[in-house]
């Protein structure tokens, strides 16, 4: 590996054409020649910079519309050559081919192209073939040659350049791990519309990829790295989300933050919802006639484990909802939007995070989730089913209300993002108690109803909130004794997937009580 190589002529060929004309006219002022391709040269040129068309080169016109340029030996040996071999000068030589010391490329806007939903023509059309060819051969020869595919990394290598009249070593090897990774990253996403477009969801190889937009100051403990990254295309969430105010969010805050939106994006926004989360799951989640009412019956669910927890609304926050949030001691707040009152509450607050996401995500959005394991990883789609009244199954001989079947889908779509096995109570549309993460649904059962006289007895009620109640849980109850643990908590009504064995021996518990029962055919568990 050589030490400093002297940078003397560069290959430009960008789609984003940010800070070119600057970093060029840098480059020209270093003494390096530059040579490049239609647009890009235009550009430079119309910096007033003197640049050496491709097609000098290689003798060869570009062709087809720009799809053949640098596709040419001429070019690919002024990259790949070996300048400590003999004979791959003596060939550079020969051939005509220009001895190229760095390669400046970024390429066709596939993923913004994809994320803007183009026509399968024109997406096409962005995917780059020339851009990725050049740089995987200097980041191959990346002893001799300096590859650069950031904007981002224009300034430090021009200020190197200046200083030095070349690129280091550890600079060379640098660029050339970040230029290997762009290429993954941008065939993963070409991979990833193939496969949605003959709809694949388990295609044969699969690629995960994304651009780091933050590194964070540690994972989910101080001793693990960790680093946010983004993946295209995006949904709204905490990946598009401006963060107007407060301390750099970690690891933690954003999972949690996510695991919040989500949630919340369950409920339509005509109707103001409020979830308000700690350690990825619910602590209380209330749909109100107002983001106040809404917050105040979320908190009411579980008022001590809300303290510094994450905060999402469903739709534009206002006064108001500033006001209540902020009373309670909040780490994390995330909206779609906030007015200018609002946001006059929050600034008060300084080490309060809030983050305005543009928008909800789709909780009907096909997406795919990965989960690391030993030597590879697990794939699956995201869990994007949702349950309505039609989809409901009466199977005691009771049927429910109105009022209980509006209840129970609502904490239906609470447990879905609930760690399982996963319980919840809910009466008004509001939680009174979330049993989560339990090795037995009965175990659930019991926590949630605990946690419910807990908040009975901080509100200075006489009975537990769980009292008229549903109950919501994930998966099927295996036997009957989880449901009848509900059923002492006051639950009238139960929500479940059914599919046991004993469906008829819980059935038949749940008749003897009295309660409603339905079924679901949906399972949502959440590992």
């Known amino acids: 590996m050589q030490g400093l190589v002297a940078v003397k002529r560069a290959i430009l060929s960008v789609s984003d054409k940010s800070g070119l004309a600057e970093f060029g006219a840098r480059l020209a002022g270093a003494g390096v020649e530059l040579i490049s391709t239609g647009g890009t040269a235009a550009h430079l040129r119309d910096a007033g910079l003197a640049v050496a068309d491709v097609s000098e080169i290689t003798g060869f016109p570009e062709m087809m519309d720009g799809r053949v340029k640098t596709l040419h030996p001429r070019i690919h040996g002024g990259i790949l050559a070996n300048r400590d071999d003999a004979g791959h000068v003596a060939s550079m030589e020969s051939e005509g081919a220009p001895s190229i010391d760095l390669v400046v490329v970024n390429l066709y806007p596939f993923e913004a192209t994809v994320e803007a939903q183009a026509d399968a023509q024109h997406t096409i059309e962005n995917i780059d073939i020339g851009g990725p060819a050049m740089i995987r051969a200097a980041a191959k020869n990346h002893a001799h040659v300096a590859v650069v595919v950031d904007v981002e990394d224009y300034a430090a290598v021009a200020d190197e350049i200046e200083k030095t009249g070349g690129l280091s070593a550890d600079t060379r090897r640098r660029l050339a791990a970040d230029a290997f990774a762009r290429t993954t990253a941008y065939d993963a996403a070409i991979a990833g519309w193939f496969a949605s477009r003959i709809g694949d969801e388990t295609p044969r190889r699969a690629a995960l990829a994304g651009a780091r937009a933050q590194s964070l100051r540690y994972g989910e403990n101080p001793h693990q790295s960790a680093g946010f990254y983004h993946v295209a295309p995006t949904r709204p969430g905490v990946a598009t989300a401006r963060q107007i105010q407060g301390k750099e969010l970690s690891y933690n805050n954003l999972n949690d933050t996510n695991a919040a939106f989500e949630l919340v994006a369950e409920f339509d926004p005509s109707r103001p919802a409020i979830a308000?989360?700690?350690?990825?799951?619910?602590?209380?989640?209330?749909?109100?006639?107002?983001?106040?009412?809404?917050?105040?019956?979320?908190?009411?669910?579980?008022?001590?484990?809300?303290?510094?927890?994450?905060?999402?609304?469903?739709?534009?926050?206002?006064?108001?909802?500033?006001?209540?949030?902020?009373?309670?001691?909040?780490?994390?707040?995330?909206?779609?939007?906030?007015?200018?009152?609002?946001?006059?509450?929050?600034?008060?607050?300084?080490?309060?995070?809030?983050?305005?996401?543009?928008?909800?995500?789709?909780?009907?959005?096909?997406?795919?989730?990965?989960?690391?394991?030993?030597?590879?990883?697990?794939?699956?789609?995201?869990?994007?089913?949702?349950?309505?009244?039609?989809?409901?199954?009466?199977?005691?001989?009771?049927?429910?209300?109105?009022?209980?079947?509006?209840?129970?889908?609502?904490?239906?779509?609470?447990?879905?993002?609930?760690?399982?096995?996963?319980?919840?109570?809910?009466?008004?549309?509001?939680?009174?108690?979330?049993?989560a993460g339990q090795m037995s649904r009965l175990d659930s059962s019991r926590i949630a109803a605990r946690k419910a006289e807990d908040a009975a007895i901080e509100a200075g009620l006489k009975d537990p909130l769980t009292v008229g109640s549903v109950v919501a849980s994930d998966a099927f109850f295996p036997f009957a004794d989880g449901m009848i643990a509900a059923v002492e908590a006051g639950a009238r009504a139960v929500i479940q997937p059914g599919g046991s064995i004993r469906d008829e021996e819980v059935i038949a518990a749940a008749d003897e009580a009295g309660v409603a029962m339905v079924f679901t055919g949906v399972r949502h568990f959440r590992h």
């Open 276 to 435: 308000i989360i700690k350690h990825a799951n619910p602590c209380g989640v209330a749909v109100g006639d107002t983001l106040v009412d809404a917050h105040a019956m979320a908190l009411r669910c579980d008022p001590v484990s809300a303290f510094g927890g994450v905060v999402a609304v469903n739709r534009l926050l206002d006064r108001a909802a500033a006001e209540a949030i902020a009373a309670v001691f909040t780490e994390v707040v995330i909206a779609p939007d906030a007015d200018d009152e609002a946001l006059e509450i929050f600034s008060r607050k300084k080490n309060l995070r809030l983050l305005l996401a543009g928008g909800l995500p789709d909780p009907a959005a096909p997406g795919v989730v990965v989960t690391p394991v030993a030597g590879g990883f697990l794939r699956q789609s995201r869990d994007d089913a949702r349950v309505g009244a039609e989809d409901l199954k009466i199977v005691t001989k009771r049927a429910p209300t109105q009022s209980e079947i509006r209840d129970m889908i609502f904490a239906f779509r609470v447990a879905k993002h609930v760690k399982s096995n996963a319980i919840v109570y809910a009466r008004n549309e509001a939680t009174v108690g979330v049993g």
